[in-house]
């Protein structure tokens, strides 16, 4: 991923992506998750998003990322809680309270992290990533997450191509990326009225079939190939 161009995002602070309010079709679906209050979920590319905050209020765990500091400082500003640092390696991170904000690159994350997860929430993370890297974000997911953890996926498709991210992600492409390793479900298709198609899937984690390796194994390996 473009680390350089997510740091100047931010310091010039073009955020258009950034929602003010709570995402609709995380408050309309979560639910179809059907997950136990405590669950840990995983925010991919997660910004200062208002999301994580919703989450936290249902009594999830979150574990937040981006690659942005200023990302990291602005969210954890919003909240009255304290705050406990510590770094590991290129991976900054801040504990508050439910909440651990990581800044830096989500294929940098430590196993244990992602072994625990019962969730992932993306809305911002796969139409931000070029082409060339959203197989090995799909494939990093489904090699780290355990049989029968959860993605809520939030997609899009405008009338024009854009050359900078959110990119346009067709159902055909998500089928591609997760088929294989995920049971998919569209929940919605949505045409708004400036003519962007939202979708929303829900899917979840197979089983492998090969035995040997567990998907944290192969989780360890993308992390020190890295």
């Given at each position: 991923?473009?680390?350089?161009?997510?740091?100047?995002?931010?310091?010039?602070?073009?955020?258009?992506?950034?929602?003010?309010?709570?995402?609709?079709?995380?408050?309309?679906?979560?639910?179809?998750?059907?997950?136990?209050?405590?669950?840990?979920?995983?925010?991919?590319?997660?910004?200062?998003?208002?999301?994580?905050?919703?989450?936290?209020?249902?009594?999830?765990?979150?574990?937040?990322?981006?690659?942005?500091?200023k990302a990291q400082e602005d969210f954890l500003a919003t909240r009255q809680e304290a705050v406990r640092y510590s770094q590991q390696k290129d991976l900054y991170l801040a504990y508050q309270g439910a909440l651990l904000f990581v800044a830096g690159d989500v294929f940098h994350l430590r196993q244990e992290m992602l072994r625990?997860?019962?969730?992932?929430?993306?809305?911002?993370?796969?139409?931000?990533?070029?082409?060339?890297?959203?197989?090995?974000?799909?494939?990093?997911?489904?090699?780290?997450?355990?049989?029968?953890?959860?993605?809520?996926?939030?997609?899009?498709?405008?009338?024009?191509?854009?050359?900078?991210?959110?990119?346009?992600?067709?159902?055909?492409?998500?089928?591609?990326?997760?088929?294989?390793?995920?049971?998919?479900?569209?929940?919605?298709?949505?045409?708004?009225?400036?003519?962007?198609?939202?979708?929303?899937?829900?899917?979840?984690?197979?089983?492998?079939?090969?035995?040997?390796?567990?998907?944290?194994?192969?989780?360890?390996?993308?992390?020190?190939?890295?």
């Amino acid at each position: 991923m473009d680390r350089a161009y997510w740091e100047e995002v931010w310091r010039e602070e073009d955020l258009g992506f950034h929602q003010s309010q709570v995402n609709r079709h995380l408050q309309r679906f979560w639910s179809r998750l059907k997950l136990a209050p405590e669950a840990r979920v995983l925010v991919p590319l997660c910004g200062k998003s208002l999301d994580m905050s919703w989450l936290l209020s249902e009594g999830h765990d979150v574990i937040g990322v981006d690659f942005s500091r200023k990302a990291q400082e602005d969210f954890l500003a919003t909240r009255q809680e304290a705050v406990r640092y510590s770094q590991q390696k290129d991976l900054y991170l801040a504990y508050q309270g439910a909440l651990l904000f990581v800044a830096g690159d989500v294929f940098h994350l430590r196993q244990e992290m992602l072994r625990s997860v019962d969730a992932v929430y993306d809305r911002a993370a796969l139409v931000a990533l070029p082409p060339a890297t959203r197989q090995n974000y799909a494939f990093f997911l489904a090699q780290c997450l355990r049989p029968g953890a959860q993605i809520l996926l939030v997609t899009r498709q405008a009338p024009e191509e854009r050359l900078s991210p959110p990119f346009n992600i067709s159902a055909e492409e998500v089928d591609r990326l997760y088929g294989t390793n995920f049971r998919i479900e569209r929940l919605q298709r949505e045409e708004r009225g400036d003519g962007v198609i939202e979708e929303v899937y829900l899917m979840k984690r197979k089983t492998p079939k090969a035995f040997g390796r567990l998907p944290g194994d192969a989780c360890e390996a993308r992390q020190a190939s890295s």
